[in-house]
Structure formats: C-alpha cells, structure tokens
C-alpha cells in the first residue's frame, strides 16, 4: 500500500480538474478490455465488479452495473465524489475519522477527502501492529486506508489526459514561443509532454550542473514558464508512473509486466505505435467525457486494436468472452436461487399436492445443477486450471455434488426424499460460499506449491466429494431423527432413511479415505514425507476416522440406526471443522478480528446442532422409556 | 464365553486360548478409533499454540503423556500399536474367510500394511535439508535440529579439508571431548541449546564475528521446536605444546575459530550435524518466477548437477518434481535472496527405504473397499437388518 501520505498530494491535484458531465454512454468494448491484475488477464468488467465489491461490499452501484461506476471514476472522477461507494463497517472508525455515520455506513469520496490526513495517521500506526494482534478497529482503519488508497489510483489513472491547474502558463507569449495552445485555461500533461523537448532545450542553459546557468533573478517570463511546466512535469512522471490500471501488454517480449495508462504516458522511448495508443486513450477519455457515444465506441475499438495487435500469445480473445458471459450469467448466485425453489417445492409436494409438486423440484435442482455445470466449465475455460483450487470453489463444488447426488438418489428411491436433501444440502453450501467470496477475484492464480493440475484435480476433487457424502448423509440423518420423534414406530420410512444414510456416509467415506490418501502420495511428491500431522491433513484424518468409527461401532452393536443418525449429524460438524474451522485456527485463538465471524458462526451451528440433537434424542428416548413400560 | 480354568490357571497355552479372541474385538476396535480421534482433535489445537514439533512429540509420537503434570493419556503410538494388534488378532479369530469378506480383509490387509509402514518410516527415515548458494556444491546435507563438533587442520587456501565430527554428547560441563588425532585436549566449559552472542559483541560491532574467539554467549530459553534453536559452547583447548585457549563457538556463525598447534592452525566450530550424501551436489542456477504485478510465486525451480564416481550429470529440481537418486530424494524447499544479491535455494533431503509402503497399502486398501463394493452390488453383502432404534 502506499503511504497515503504521497496521495494526500494527488487529492489536492484533483481540485483543478473541471469537465462535462457524462451522458450514458455505452460501454459494451470498454466491458471486453483485457486488464492484468492480481497475476492473470481478466476483462475490465471483472475488475469493475471485483473493485466496487472491495469498496463497497456490492457489485452493482445505485441498480447500475460495475464498469458503469468504473468508467465514471476513470474519466470523469469528479463526476464519481458524491458516490456513496465506500464502506466503513465499524462505527468506532468513523467517529475516529471525524464523520458522522451515514445510512447504510457507506461514505462518499466527498467525505471521506477531509479526513485521509486522520486516515493515513492512523492506518500507519496500526500497521506497526502485529497482525494477529489487532483490534478489529485498526483491521478495519487499515482496511479502509487501503481501499482508499486504491480508489486514488483508479481517479488518477488517467489524469494525464484532462487540463490541470498545475499546468498554466501566466504569460500568453511563453505559451506561442513554447507551441503550446493559446488559450486561458491551464494545459494537460499530455499536451506539455507534446511539447517537452522545446521546453527541456529552454530550460537545460538555466540550471546546469555547478550552477553556470543565468541567476533566476535574470530568467525571461519565458524561461519562467517553461522551467516551472518543466518542474511540474517531472513531479508528476516521477509520481504516476506507476499508477493503476494495466490496460496495455508488454511492449518488449521481454517482460511479462503490463502497462498502464500512465505507464505508457512515461515511456522513456515511446515509438509512433505507443503514439497512436496515447492518443485513443485520449480520445476515449474526452469522447466520454463530452457524453459522445459514437466517438467513445470508436475510440475504444481503436484502442483495443492497439492491445490485440500487442497481445497475440500474451492473453486469449476466448477466455475474456467466456469471462464477460460467465459475469453475466453469475450462475452460482442463480443456481442458489433454484435450490431454494426446489427446497420449496419438495417440501409442499411431501405435505399437500405430491403429484405436479415433485417433479417441479427435481426441474428446479437439475436447473440449479446444470448452471452450476456451466458455471465451473465456464471456470475452467477461463482460467485453464483444475475447477477447485481455492476456498471458495470447494464450497460451489461440494454443493454441485450434493445436487447431483440427491438427484442420482431420488431417481433409485423415489420416495422425495433424494430430492429434498440434495437440494438442502446444496442450498446450504452456496449460502456458505458467499462468505468468502468478498476476497474478490475468485478466479485466482496458483502459488508454486499448488501448481500441479494433476494433484488438484485428483486430490482435490476427492476430498470434496468425500464433504459432500458426509454433508448430505447428515441431511438425511436429521430427517431420519425428526421422523423418529415424531413417530418411531414407523419402520419402512425409518428404514429407507437408515439405508439412505448408511449409503450416502459411505460414499463419503470411501471418497474422503481416497482423497486423503491422494493428499498423502501428493504431499510425499511435494514435501518428502507421507504424513505430518498438519492440520488440514489431521482434518481429512478426522473426518475419515469418524466415519469409520461409526461403521465399525454399528457391528459392534454399539450403536443402532438413531446412533447412526446422530452420528451422521455430527458427521457435519466434523466436516465444518475440516473445511474452515482449521484454517481459523491460526487466527481464531489469538485474535479477535473481523474474521471472527466465521468462527462465531461456526461456533452458532454447532450449538444449534447440540440442542437438536438433545431434543431429539430425548423425544425419541423418552418414547422408548414410555413404550417400554406400557 | 469365557470359562474359568479349573484344572491349572497357569497353564499359558490355555490361558492365551482364553484371552486372546478378546484383542480381537470390534470394541477395542471402536475404542482406539475414538482416541485417535480425540488424540488428532486435541494434538491439532495444541500445535496452534506451540508448533508442530511439539504437538507431535506429546500427542503423536509419544507412549504416552501426562496432562495437569500427572494424569496419563496414551499417545497416538500406543493407541495404532494396539490396533495393529487388535487387527492382527481380528484376522486370526474372528474374521470369517468368505467370498463376501474378501474385499473387507483386503482393505484391513491394507491398513495393516499402512500402520506397519509408518512404524518403519518413523524409525528409520531421514530428514535433513541442504542450503547452496549458486555455484556452490556439497556432499553432506544438514540436520534441522542436532549439532556437532567440528574439527579440522588448516589446510591452506583453497585446499580441500579433511573435517572430523565430534557429538556434543551429554552437554554436561567439564566434559572431555577427544581431539588428540589434533593434538589437542578440549573441556567443554558450557553448552547451552539455545542462545545468542552476547553484548561484548554486538551485531554490527568491531568485535561482532569474534564471537567465537572473545565474545560472550548468552543463554535463550529453547524454543518449542529445537530447529529454532542455535547452540552454543564454550570449550577449553589445550595445545600439546601447552598452549591453552578459550574459544566461544556460535553456531550461528559460519567462521570457525582456530588455535595453533605443533601441527599447524586447527579450526574448530560448532554447526548443524552434517549427514553423508551419496553423491556431490552442485546448485547451477536457481530460478523464483512470479505472477507479474503480485509477489505470488508461481514456480521455484533449481538446475543441478549431480556429481561422483566418474558419474556426472545435469537434472531440474521444482515444486513437485523432486531428485530420486541412490535411495535420496531432494525436494525444492525454499528459496532467499541475501542483501548482496546471491541466491540461494533450499533443498529437503530425505533417505526413508520404506517410502513406497504407503503406496502398497493405498492400493490394497483401495482395490479392497472396490471388490467390497462391487460384491455387494452383485448381491453378496448381507443386508443389515434394522430393528427399532
């Protein structure tokens, strides 16, 4: 991050900036730019989303899309000031800024300007803390400093193409002897640049090494002009240089690092090409500043000529379109949305109307599945690696599993209940990827360690579908515990859902044993050694031995089919712990932070799962007792 | 049923007819698994707090271990060593050798082979590490927590040495350390396990780097895992022609200290154990590519060459990729670059002849739980029959 110290400077150049409001103007090629960003090349529309969502904690600004927002803040950003797009969540935070708490805690630029000398103040004392050992209001003043720090990138990313108070000239003859435009308002560092080698040769006979120039005292209006543009100009090349947004691949084949608009208006050595790309970025940024659709539209195109013909082999045209549709589909927030249906519609089909109600849900969970099929095949295309290689996209895979899982179920029993518990599963699981997809990107790159499509296919794959099996067996096992309390004499409905259980665990069982051993075999591969009591290896561990006890204590006649379902129940929260609840502990037993939701939540489930599990135990317990005795 | 043994109740061959069918039950079966479970639960939250040695040395490896200072817990070693037998029990008098078994006993067959092969990996394996610098070559590796003694004669500059390793032994002060093939006699006047140089030297100083000839050492408590832990010792030396010396050795220093003999100057240091390797290494060149605009590796990768006995050749270590030769297998650990510039890459090294076990047993374990499954499709499983709960 940078110190927002050297930004404060960027705001107050901001103040000179006076332009045309935009009309709407039509951003379908702006949407397609391919952007380097977070290691891979991905088209601007993601960024857009992937920004506001960091800023603002939404995707969508005011019902408008994201790249809506994002074209405003870049070429028009005194436009975006009174957008209510940045998000403080801890009120402590804003009282220490100076502001007052606004609805829905989201601040404009606007407000938030006045307090970044607070901000920065804060933000570098908090910094100095341990990580674990922050309070969630400098976590939260950290983060703030950071998405601010951000958003002045984005506002200034294309400062060079608009008129600046910085750039004026006093005298109008120094403005002809230098062929600059002759005009009252001030110039653009674009058009200073034009002209810098006529500056450069005034000024380099006034300043010279071992101070041989004229006495500033002597210096023409001319010489004055032209040295303090000079100055200027060289403040602002050493300042921007490396600003945001890497629209432009590598000029050289040398490198892999892109350029950004200030990048290529900073180039040492610019050739007519580079030129040529200076100038319709220019003209993207008056044409849509000036609200002219058609200019902006050709500009844009004129620009996207420049990187297709720079980017041959660095990105594919392909795998921005799939991105592009794949945002516009969002088929996993869709799919969740079947699977709620299809909960909705199984559950009435199995109380009232069964006959049009049941095949309606399995309509709705196949729907849900094959968006979530498309989904992740849009995923893989995009990305060209292995479908699950984060968080995030275990979770959209596990839930794809239990669908198709219950869908595979009700085709063999018939009975509704596949269906129910696959789309419940599934439904639950998505409800859970949602909290971790406000990292961003969730299309990311691999670290060195991961970098192996093999493994991850393989092991990773696996495990999920051993979660899966374990997830949904826990489904049916409270089915099978409500079923019991509610009537234990029941025997072929208990049965089934014995039987299912039993299956179902047992997929999960053989495919989490599989996986961990694969993790195993890759760990040896990777690392020298098979096993190492590492937590996430001692989760897999867990999972897999708790399934076994429950399939070694049922023989043993330890257990029956309510100790199976309790068992299976449980089953789940051994899962939870596996999945998430590890990757808490490095964090959760030390600090307190914002990340502690998880860990609230989680610690929410378990004890609502204590109290079913006792409630229906005691029912069905207390039925037994009361049998007995009759 | 077990029936009491009314003629002689010491006869063992009775007495194990009677007693050994009970190892074999599912129940110590269930009762081993659940501590195992617990053990990993308990061990996991443990290591948040004080590293993985730790957790492992209490929980994982150990017997036993005793929690509040006095009430015992059987360690993971204990609990698999019991179901290992109870397993090997199972399958002598309870198992029943059927078609419909078949898969079961291979799977357990497999696990079986899987606890034995964990036994003889924990025994008998390996691990080191081994830093080069580029250009730089070894033929020993490092262990991550022992250190030794290390003594040889100034052979000159750029001569190859001839180094003997002494173990530290005991640590106990006034204990005699055999140096004579040097001409010397060494007193261990102190060793700690964990300490740093002291304030006559500080970091930086004139006299920092003469640690080891005038410094003082000062005492850390040890960390929780020993491969934090730098060691220290003071000795005496005494020269044949009596010359005695006090040297301070830091082992986190690579310059050795010296005293002069009859013989010529002798070094002395104390240093990571050094292991044999069955060959030379040689780190050509070493490469860390990232993601452009992030610091996020994308791949480590280390070009090698592979030196000894009139056998030379060249090979590429990366992530995933290891260096399978003569019994050893080099992993590409990690990577630093040093103020100066110079890159150096780390290797894992590890020797374990028992590393392919896990993978027989995968198999069986897998090819077993297949036939049980495929079985069972077939209709041969039995049914479990559900009574009320």
């Known amino acids: 991050m940078k110190t927002l110290k050297t930004l404060i400077a960027a705001i107050s150049l901001n103040l000179g900036l006076g332009l045309a409001s935009a009309k709407d103007v039509p951003l379908e090629g702006l949407k397609s730019l391919p952007v380097l960003e977070g290691g891979r090349v991905k088209p601007l529309d993601t960024y857009a989303r992937v920004t506001l969502l960091q800023l603002s904690s939404k995707s969508t600004f005011k019902g408008r899309p994201a790249i809506d927002w994002l074209a405003r803040v870049m070429f028009t950003p005194t436009q975006a000031v009174d957008d209510a797009i940045f998000r403080i969540n801890n009120t402590d935070v804003i009282y220490a800024l100076g502001l007052e708490p606004q609805e829905g805690s989201r601040y404009t630029f606007a407000l938030l300007g006045p307090a970044i000398g607070k901000l920065s103040q804060l933000a570098d004392k908090a ?497 037994m007792w009361m049998g007995a005795r009759a | 049923m077990i029936r009491r043994m009314t003629a002689s109740p010491k006869n063992p061959i009775a007495v194990a007819r009677a007693w050994l069918p009970r190892l074999a039950s599912l129940k110590i079966a269930v009762i081993c698994i659940f501590l195992l479970l617990v053990l990993t639960g308990w061990g996991t939250i443990y290591q948040a707090e004080h590293g993985l040695y730790a957790a492992q040395v209490r929980f994982f490896n150990s017997w036993y271990f005793l929690v509040g200072g006095f009430f015992p817990v059987p360690g993971a070693q204990a609990v698999m060593w019991v179901l290992f037998v109870n397993m090997v029990a199972s399958m002598l008098f309870r198992v029943k050798y059927t078609l419909a078994n078949s898969g079961n006993i291979i799977t357990h067959t497999g696990l079986l082979v899987l606890l034995a092969g964990s036994f003889v990996t924990f025994q008998y394996a390996q691990e080191s590490y081994l830093p080069l610098k580029e250009r730089e070559m070894s033929n020993v590796s490092l262990d991550r927590r022992n250190w030794e003694l290390a003594v040889w004669a100034d052979p000159g500059e750029g001569r190859q040495k001839k180094i003997s390793a002494f173990a530290v032994g005991s640590g106990q002060a006034g204990q005699e350390i055999d140096f004579s093939e040097f001409g010397l006699k060494a007193v261990l006047r102190a060793y700690y396990r964990n300490c740093e140089p002291g304030q006559e030297a500080a970091p930086g100083a004139p006299g920092h780097g003469e640690a080891q000839s005038g410094g003082k050492l000062v005492p850390r408590r040890p960390s929780s895992d020993p491969e934090d832990n730098v060691a220290g010792a003071v000795l005496n030396l005494v020269s044949a022609g009596g010359v005695a010396k006090e040297v301070f050795l830091f082992g986190g220093l690579e310059e050795p200290a010296s005293i002069e003999t009859a013989g010529g100057k002798v070094m002395v240091a104390l240093r990571k154990k050094r292991h044999p390797l069955p060959f030379t290494l040689k780190l050509l060149d070493v490469k860390k590519e990232e993601y452009p605009g992030t610091g996020i590796a994308r791949t480590y990768q280390s070009d090698v060459e592979i030196l000894g006995e009139g056998m030379e050749r060249k090979t590429r270590i990366f992530m995933n990729n290891p260096l399978r030769d003569k019994g050893y297998t080099f992993f590409q650990s990690s990577y630093f670059v040093d103020q100066r510039g110079k890159e150096t890459s780390v290797f894992a090294v590890v020797e374990n002849k028992g590393r392919l076990i896990p993978y027989i047993a995968s198999a069986m374990i897998f090819g077993g739980m297949v036939i049980h499954f495929v079985l069972m499709l077939f209709g041969f499983g039995k049914r479990r029959g559900n009574h009320t709960p």
């Not at chain 1, 199995?350 to 049941?358: D, G, N, Q, T, V």
Request: proline fraction near 4%; aromatic fraction near 12%.
């Open chain 1, 127 to 623: 910094m100095k803390v341990d990580e674990k050992k922050r309070t969630p209001v400098e976590s939260e003043i950290i983060r703030v400093a950071n998405n601010l720090s951000l958003y002045l990138g984005i506002m200034n990313s294309f400062l060079f193409a608009v008129p600046h108070s910085d750039f004026r000239l006093e005298d109008p003859a120094t403005a002809k002897a230098l062929g600059l435009p002759e005009r009252e308002g001030p110039y653009s560092y674009l058009e200073v640049r034009s002209r810098i080698k006529v500056i450069t040769a005034l000024t380099s006979t006034l300043m010279t090494e071992g101070g041989h120039g004229k006495s500033p005292t002597a210096w023409s209006p001319e010489e004055m002009g032209a040295f303090q543009l000079a100055q200027r100009y060289d403040n602002w090349s050493e300042h921007y240089r490396s600003f945001p947004i890497h629209l432009v691949p590598p000029l050289d084949k040398g490198t892999e690092m892109w350029l950004s608009p200030w990048g290529m208006a900073t180039l040492a050595n610019p050739d007519a090409r580079a030129e040529a790309a200076l100038a319709s970025i220019k003209n993207m940024v008056d044409a849509y500043a000036a609200g002219k659709s058609d200019e902006f539209a050709a500009a844009v195109v004129g620009f996207r000529g420049f990187v297709n013909e720079g980017g041959t082999g660095v990105f594919k045209e392909r795998s921005i379109g799939m991105e592009i549709l794949y945002n516009a589909l969002d088929p996993f927030y869709r799919a969740k949305i079947l699977y709620g249906f299809a909960i909705l519609a199984s559950l009435l089909s199995m109380l009232f109307f069964r006959k049009w109600l049941h095949p309606v849900g399995m309509a709705l969970l196949g729907a849900g599945a094959l968006l979530q099929f498309v989904g992740i095949g849009l995923r893989i295309g995009i990305s060209g690696q292995a479908p699950v290689t984060n968080l995030f996209e275990t979770f959209v895979f596990v839930a794809w599993t239990t669908a198709l899982l219950g869908l595979v179920l009700e085709f063999y029993q018939r009975k509704g209940y596949g269906l129910f518990v696959g789309a419940v599963a599934a439904f639950c699981i998505m409800l859970l990827s949602g909290k971790y997809d406000n990292d961003g990107d969730t299309i990311g790159v691999l670290v060195a360690v991961l970098n192996s499509n093999f493994w991850l296919t393989t092991h990773v794959i696996t495990i999920s579908l051993g979660y899966a099996g374990f997830c949904l067996a826990g489904v049916v096992g409270h089915i099978w515990l409500i079923q019991a309390a509610i009537n234990r004499h029941d025997a072929e409905k208990l049965e089934t859902l014995d039987r299912m259980t039993y299956a179902v665990m047992a997929f999960g069982l053989v495919f989490a044993f599989i996986g961990t051993v694969l993790g195993g075999i890759w760990a040896d591969q990777s690392w020298g050694r098979f096993w190492g009591w590492d937590p996430k290896e001692n989760g897999a561990l867990m999972i897999v031995l708790w399934g076994i006890l429950i399939f070694h204590a049922r023989p043993a006649k330890l257990i029956g089919p309510m100790g199976m379902a309790a068992g299976s129940v449980i089953g789940i929260i051994v899962v939870m712990m596996a999945w998430f609840g590890i990757n808490l502990l490095g964090v959760g037993l030390h600090s307190y932070g914002f990340t502690s939701g998880v860990a609230n939540a989680l610690a929410s489930y378990v004890g609502a799962e204590a109290v079913f599990l006792a409630v229906t135990l005691f029912v069905i317990k207390r039925s």
